[in-house]
């Protein structure tokens, strides 16, 4: 039983080139496939983190999302 379900952990290991591999079970959850772009967020205090795409379709929705008036 996992007591904080839908949360998970896993370790990369950093390859000579600064590449890591993301492991199979967490490609698998956020649906990341072979050439996806990723985008990771750092925080010199906090990690790294590296969010699943869909977190971000709400965040685009708004920040371009038109309104009325906005034409010339």
């Not at 990369?12 to 080139?17: D, F, M, Q, S």
């Not at 591999?21 to 925080?43: H, N, W, Y």
């Amino acid at each position: 039983m996992n007591p904080l379900q839908g949360k998970y952990v896993w370790t990369a290991t950093v390859g000579e080139k600064g590449q890591i591999v993301i492991p199979k079970q967490a490609r698998e959850i956020f649906s990341i496939k072979p050439g996806d772009t990723l985008l990771l967020l750092g925080d010199e205090n906090r990690g790294i983190a590296i969010p699943p795409k869909r977190a971000f379709t709400h965040l685009y929705s708004i920040a371009f999302q038109e309104k009325e008036g906005d034409h010339p």
